[in-house]
């Protein structure tokens, strides 16, 4: 069964430097969750979107901004990039908020590592 | 705000053994789901198992299953017969308000 795919799986940046982040949800699958894991750290959220629209927010950065585009893909943007930046970004996708349940399947990530 | 508190840091069993890793949370909603990820060394996020609030029945995937005390907003995974490969990374995630809620994790091994 296809899974949430993102890319890329690693990205080196330097500080001040921009970074896109994308994921391609699970086919059909309406909504998109965005975490941040840092090391040794529990995920944190950070935005979503359901069928286009941002649908909540939380612990993000004003450097950072995010959108989910026609095909239900999302890309996370990220701007003037620190070294507290590095991290593990996680995906996530869900058939729609409406649903129950609401399992939330989550990609491999794209570990983001600021020098 | 929802939390949800992991207080068992790191946990160890015996291989064919069983364990439980305990999460409580808390929340003044009623309807709500509770989740067990398991992340391995790979870093992968991988769904565990998956509990109802307003199901009183507790959840059961094969090995795994879950103590349910909603009254007393405790939620805990009990592995049965503990296998090498169990060991990971343990998330208790409440789902509320459209998103996942993580505590922090109990890193569970496994002694062969």
């Known amino acids: 069964a296809a899974g949430v795919i993102q890319s890329p799986r690693h990205l080196i940046k330097e500080k001040r430097e921009t970074a896109t982040l994308k994921c391609y949800p699970i086919p059909r699958h309406d909504t998109v969750y965005w975490y941040q894991q840092g090391p040794g750290q529990d995920p944190q959220f950070l935005i979503s979107?359901?069928?286009?629209?941002?649908?909540d927010k939380g612990s993000i950065p004003d450097r950072f901004s995010a959108q989910q585009f026609s095909d239900y893909h999302s890309e996370l943007n990220m701007s003037s990039l620190e070294l507290g930046d590095s991290a593990l970004y996680f995906c996530?996708?869900?058939?729609?908020?409406?649903?129950?349940?609401?399992?939330?399947?989550f990609g491999a990530g794209t570990r983001l590592s600021v020098l | 705000a929802q939390t949800v508190t992991q207080s068992q840091p790191e946990m160890s069993v015996q291989e064919a053994e069983t364990v439980t890793l305990s999460c409580t949370y808390d929340t003044s909603e009623s309807d709500y789901y509770l989740f067990w990820y398991k992340q391995p060394p790979s870093r992968q996020m991988i769904l565990v198992i998956r509990q109802e609030a307003y199901k009183q029945q507790n959840a059961t995937e094969n090995r795994f299953s879950v103590n349910f005390q909603k009254a007393a907003k405790s939620f805990s995974l009990k592995i049965s017969d503990s296998q090498l490969g169990d060991a990971a990374m343990y998330f208790c995630a409440y789902f509320g308000n459209e998103k996942l809620t993580f505590g922090t994790g109990t890193r569970l091994t496994i002694i062969p």
């Open positions: 979107f359901y069928e286009k629209m941002q649908s």
């Open positions: 996530a996708s869900s058939p729609g908020p409406g649903l129950p349940g609401n399992i939330q399947y």
